[in-house]
C-alpha cells in the first residue's frame, strides 16, 4: 500500500499535467485561432513533454535512460500504420466524400494557418513524430503510472503491464503476475 505522501505528490503531478492538452486544444481553435492561440497550443505540447521528465528527475529523484525499439518492434509497428492508412484511405473513399465538405475543410485549415503544402507536411511531421511521443511518454507511461498509485486497489491490465515504451525508470515494480494474479481474484 503507498502512503498518503505519494498519493498527494501523484494527484498533484496529474493536476499540473493532464489540463495543458485541454488548454492548448481549447486555444488554438476556439479562444484564439491564429497566432497567439498557436503559441500556446505548441507551449502546451512541449508542457506535456518537458514537465514528466523534469517531474522524474527533479521531484522523484529518478535517472532516465533511453532504450532504442527493437527490430521487431519497429516492423510491428510499420505493419499496423500501413494497415491503419489503409483503413482511413478506405473509409474515406467509400463515406468520407460524402460527409467531409472540401471547401469547409480548407476554410478551417486556412484559419488553422495550414495555408500551404510545406506547412502541412510540417503538421503532418509534428503528428507523426512529436504528437506520437507524447501519446506513448506522457500519457501511457507518466500519468497511467500516477493512476496505478492513486488507484492502487482497482488493477487494470493496461496499468499493470504499463511501462516506458522507451524510457526506463530505474524502480522497483510488482511482477506482472502478482497484478495478473490480483486482478483475477477481484473479478470473482
Not at 532516465?64 to 474515406?92: D, H, N, T
Request: aromatic residues 12%; proline residues 5%; contains cysteine.
Amino acid at each position: 500500500m503507498r502512503d498518503m505522501g505519494d498519493r498527494k505528490t501523484a494527484l498533484l503531478a496529474l493536476t499540473l499535467l493532464v489540463p495543458a492538452a485541454s488548454i492548448g486544444i481549447i486555444a488554438g481553435l476556439y479562444i484564439a485561432p491564429g497566432i497567439w492561440g498557436q503559441t500556446l497550443s505548441v507551449l502546451c505540447q512541449l508542457w506535456l513533454l518537458v514537465f514528466p521528465i523534469a517531474w522524474s528527475v527533479f521531484v522523484e529523484r529518478k535517472k532516465l535512460s533511453l532504450s532504442l525499439p527493437k527490430r521487431q518492434e519497429l516492423l510491428a509497428g510499420a505493419i499496423w500504420g500501413i494497415f491503419m492508412f489503409a483503413v482511413i484511405v478506405g473509409i474515406y473513399s467509400f463515406l468520407g466524400q460524402q460527409w467531409i465538405d472540401p471547401v469547409v475543410a480548407k476554410e478551417k485549415s486556412y484559419q488553422l494557418g495550414i495555408s500551404s503544402a510545406n506547412i502541412y507536411l510540417i503538421v503532418e511531421a509534428y503528428f507523426v513524430l512529436v504528437n506520437s511521443l507524447i501519446e506513448e511518454f506522457t500519457w501511457r507511461w507518466f500519468v497511467c503510472n500516477k493512476c496505478q498509485i492513486l488507484i492502487p486497489h482497482i488493477p487494470h491490465p493496461q496499468l499493470a503491464h504499463t511501462r516506458s515504451e522507451g524510457v526506463k525508470v530505474n524502480r522497483q515494480r510488482p511482477s506482472a503476475s502478482k497484478n495478473t494474479q490480483l486482478f483475477r481474484s477481484r473479478m470473482r
